[in-house]
């Protein structure tokens, strides 16, 4: 488990629209937001990236950059961005199971043909510019995620306050 104040894993990954992601280069304002998804075929994960899509202009504009992630394929990833309207947000692609692992991810193993052999279940974190966790919600299965409109409070607060990083203990 990463623990809040601590320094989380280095994260690279391919991006759907070219190029690569890297955190250690995310220069964020305020903080990094990885929201890694199960893939493709989860039509959750589809609704609560659409969520993101819609409310993306507001994190930025609170000086939050955000990626999605997932286990997916170039080609499943490009598909997720097009079919899924996600046109503003940055989708990467290519996460390793062993990646996944060290972020603290649950995997799954493929139960229907339309899944993956092996995928990340979702997590979302956020990291403060100097690399480390500020808050983390690690799920097993694929609902129970953060609604990016409560979030999005939540981090106005955070930010309008100070509020320090909690769960270190």
């Known amino acids: 488990m990463i623990k809040p104040r601590t320094k989380v894993p280095t994260l690279e990954v391919a991006l759907v629209d070219g190029g690569s992601w890297n955190l250690a280069d995310a220069n964020a304002e305020f903080m990094t937001m990885l929201v890694f998804y199960r893939g493709h075929h989860c039509p959750v994960c589809k609704k609560s990236l659409q969520q993101l899509q819609a409310t993306l202009a507001d994190f930025t504009g609170l000086g939050i950059k955000a990626v999605a992630i997932s286990t997916n394929t ?96």
Do not use: C, H
């Open 74 to 169: 170039q080609e499943l990833a490009e598909k997720t961005k097009q079919e899924w309207s996600l046109p503003d947000v940055a989708v990467g692609y290519g996460l390793t199971i062993e990646k996944a692992r060290e972020w603290g991810l649950f995997v799954s193993k493929a139960i229907s043909d339309s899944e993956p052999a092996e995928f990340s279940e979702p997590g979302l974190f956020l990291v403060q510019p100097d690399g480390t966790l500020y808050a983390a919600s690690i799920q097993t299965m694929p609902f129970t995620r953060p609604d990016f409109e409560d979030l999005l409070g939540g981090l106005k607060f955070v930010k309008t306050k100070n509020y320090p990083a909690r769960g270190e203990a």
